[in-house]
Nanobody
Framework: QVQLVESGGGLVQPGGSLRLSCAAS????????MVWYRQAPGKQRELVAV???????TYADSVKGRFTISRDNAKNTVFLQMSSLKPEDTAVYYC????????????WGQGTQVTVSS
């Protein structure tokens, strides 16, 4: 059974930092592309950051220079370090694991709430 469990969300003031974690089980983590998405109230889910199995990273323009995605294959965990947070970063953040070669291998976590407010 595949599980992705996000943690680390919470309430933070503008300019603050948070580190999200997503622990995976039931998959060969090291071969999966790991992706962070977010969905704000009333908006569509949007891609935030991607890290390939080889460690190549890609970011949405809105978070470049502020967010860093990383992975620890020994711990089957992907991280999202978020800094200089803005109110517009408020959203539910979701972890996604996918295999490009096998579209059926596409798994999601339950999400973790991040609220940026003073």
């Amino acid at each position: 059974q595949v599980q992705l469990v996000e943690s680390g969300g919470g309430l933070v003031q503008p300019g603050g930092s948070l580190r999200l974690s997503c622990a995976a089980s039931g998959i060969i983590f090291s071969v999966y592309v790991m992706v962070w998405y977010r969905q704000a109230p009333g908006k569509q889910r949007e891609l935030v950051a991607v890290i390939s199995s080889s460690g190549t990273t890609t970011y949405a323009d809105s978070v470049k220079g502020r967010f860093t995605i990383s992975r620890d294959n020994a711990k089957n965990t992907v991280f999202l370090q978020m800094s200089s947070l803005k109110p517009e970063d408020t959203a539910v953040y979701y972890c996604n694991a996918r295999l490009a070669t096998h579209p059926s291998c596409d798994y999601w976590g339950q999400g973790t709430q991040v609220t940026v407010s003073s």
